[in-house]
C-alpha cells in the first residue's frame, strides 16, 4: 500500500496568513494526488486534483504543487472559512489519504 | 445539483449484516463509477470500495480490511448503489461516506453524501 504522511498534524495561524501543508507519498504516485477540506461533522470537500488542478468553485487562494512524492497545499491568505481539517489523498494505487492537518485559530 | 443521500446506517450486532443505500440526484447515474469510503470517530478516512460504471466494465473493487465481507452494488435504472455489508465486527463502526468517482486520468471524487453513521456493538 502507498503511505501518504502529511506535516504538520496541527498548524496555528491568523486570518490573512500564508498556510503551507506538505504531503510525502511513500512512492512515487506521479501527479495523481487530491487535496480535500473536512469541517466538523461535515463530508470532505474536493479542493484540488491532479496535484494542481483546482476545482471547480473552489477560491483560488488555494494552490496545489508537486509531483513524485513531494507535494504541498498553499492557502495564499487564510479566511475565516477555512479552519478545518485538511486530508491528501493518492489516487494512483488505489486511494489512501494522509492522516490530516487541523488549521486551527492562533 | 448533485446529491448523494445515504440510508440504513444504524446499531447492529457483531456477525449481523446491514446494506447501505446511495440515492443520487443531479447527474447521469450510469456515467459515474461511485465509491465508498468511511471514518471512525476522531479518526482519518479510509476507502472502503469502489465500482466502475459499464463504460469501465462495471467491475468492484475492496479494501483488503472489507474483502470478502462487503459488497457494492448499483442500480442504474434507479440511481442507486448499494454497500452490503455481512460478518460486521466492532472495528467496521464508522461514518460511511458515498461518493461519486470522476474520470480525471484515473478516478477522483467530486461529489460526497452527507455520511451515515453504523455502529456495530452488543
Known amino acids: 500500500d502507498i503511505q501518504m504522511t502529511q506535516s504538520p498534524s496541527t498548524l496555528s495561524a491568523s486570518v490573512g496568513d500564508r498556510v503551507t501543508i506538505t504531503c510525502r507519498a511513500s512512492q512515487s504516485i506521479s501527479s495523481w494526488l487530491a487535496w480535500y477540506q473536512q469541517k466538523p461533522g461535515k463530508a470532505p470537500r474536493l479542493l484540488i486534483y491532479e496535484a494542481s488542478s483546482l476545482e471547480s468553485g473552489v477560491p483560488s487562494r488555494f494552490s496545489g504543487s508537486g509531483s513524485g512524492t513531494e507535494f504541498t497545499l498553499t492557502i495564499s491568505s487564510l479566511q475565516p472559512d477555512d479552519f478545518a481539517t485538511y486530508y491528501c489523498q493518492q489516487y494512483n494505487t488505489w486511494w489512501t489519504f494522509g492522516q490530516g492537518t487541523k488549521v486551527e485559530i492562533k | 445539483e448533485v446529491q448523494l443521500v445515504e440510508s440504513g446506517g444504524g446499531l447492529v450486532q457483531p456477525g449481523r449484516s446491514l446494506r447501505l443505500s446511495c440515492t443520487a440526484s443531479g447527474f447521469t447515474f450510469g456515467d459515474y463509477a461511485m465509491s465508498w469510503f468511511r471514518q471512525a470517530a476522531g479518526k482519518g478516512l479510509e476507502w472502503v470500495g469502489f465500482?466502475?460504471?459499464?463504460?469501465?466494465?462495471?467491475?468492484?473493487d475492496y479494501a483488503a480490511s472489507v474483502k470478502g465481507r462487503f459488497t457494492i452494488s448499483r442500480d442504474d435504472s434507479k440511481s442507486i448503489a448499494y454497500l452490503q455489508m455481512n460478518s460486521l465486527q466492532t472495528e467496521d463502526t464508522a461514518v460511511y461516506y458515498c461518493?461519486?468517482?470522476?474520470?480525471?486520468?484515473?478516478?477522483?471524487?467530486?461529489?460526497w453524501g452527507q455520511g451515515i453513521l453504523v455502529t456495530v456493538s452488543s
Open positions: 465500482s466502475r460504471n459499464q463504460a469501465y466494465s462495471g467491475t468492484t
Open positions: 461518493t461519486r468517482g470522476r474520470r480525471a486520468g484515473t478516478w477522483v471524487f467530486d461529489y
